[in-house]
Nanobody, 122 residues
Framework: QLQLVESGGGLVQPGGSLRLSCAAS????????IGWFRQAPGKEREGVSC????????YYADSVKGRFTISRDNAKNTVYLQMNSLKPEDTAVYYC???????????????WGQGTQVTVSS
């Protein structure tokens, strides 16, 4: 069964850090671009970051640029999202998904994880 599982979410104070993981089972992530999306209550899901399969090139939304870092470990079949200097507005459910090319839009992403909650609050 093809599956993506996110983990690493939780409650953190403003200015804190979290590292999200996106682990694949049933298939290898090597050939896919992996995107991270988030959805806050009452808002549409938005693209946060993406890493390509070919050359490891990355994309970041302006709102997270300089604070978030995406990386992949193909040996572990896992993609990470390191989130630093977290702000209350980063609070959302975070999802990872597979695609053939990086894009900040949901269209073209095939497999999705179930999401992990990130809450930034004092």
């Amino acid at each position: 069964q093809l599956q993506l599982v996110e983990s690493g979410g939780g409650l953190v104070q403003p200015g804190g850090s979290l590292r999200l993981s996106c682990a694949a089972s049933g298939f290898t992530l090597d050939y896919y671009a992996i995107g991270w999306f988030r959805q806050a209550p009452g808002k549409e899901r938005e693209g946060v970051s993406c890493i390509s399969s070919s050359d490891g090139s990355t994309y970041y939304a302006d709102s997270v640029k300089g604070r978030f870092t995406i990386s992949r470990d193909n040996a572990k079949n896992t993609v990470y999202l390191q989130m630093n200097s977290l702000k209350p507005e980063d609070t959302a459910v975070y999802y990872c998904a597979t695609s053939y090319v990086c894009s900040p839009y949901e269209y073209g992403y095939d497999y999705w994880g179930q999401g992990t909650q990130v809450t930034v609050s004092s």
